[in-house]
Nanobody, 119 residues
Framework: QVHLVESGGGLAQAGESLRLSCTAS????????MAWFRQAPGKEREFVAL????????VYADSVKGRFTISKDNAKNTVYLHMNSLKPEDTALYYC????????????WGQGTQVTVSS
């Protein structure tokens, strides 16, 4: 069982920045991919970004490319989402998830952290 805990959400105005963190609570943690997803009210959950745990390769959704950066600190079992130039349409509940084996299925999810961007 892997426990993921997100933090760093909150209120921001358009154009401002926030940084989300997601930490795996296990003392020994290894995975294949860590990712961020988001779900806005009345919408389906959507992919935001992912990073490979060993190589650090990244992939972004088009909607956040150039504004958001995903990074990791393996020693702290933590993945970050640096969100710049926030827009009201970025308002959502943000979740981190882990794909332990590279199966393209996310095995564990955090509980989410709310990001609200006002215009």
């Amino acid at each position: 069982q892997v426990h993921l805990v997100e933090s760093g959400g909150g209120l921001a105005q358009a154009g401002e920045s926030l940084r989300l963190s997601c930490t795996a609570s296990e003392r020994t943690f290894n995975t294949y991919i860590m990712a961020w997803f988001r779900q806005a009210p009345g919408k389906e959950r959507e992919f935001v970004a992912l990073i490979s745990w060993l190589g650090g390769n990244t992939v972004y959704a088009d909607s956040v490319k150039g504004r958001f950066t995903i990074s990791k600190d393996n020693a702290k079992n933590t993945v970050y989402l640096h969100m710049n130039s926030l827009k009201p349409e970025d308002t959502a509940l943000y979740y981190c998830a882990t794909d332990l084996y590279g199966s393209n299925e996310y095995d564990y999810w955090g509980q989410g952290t709310q990001v609200t961007v006002s215009s």
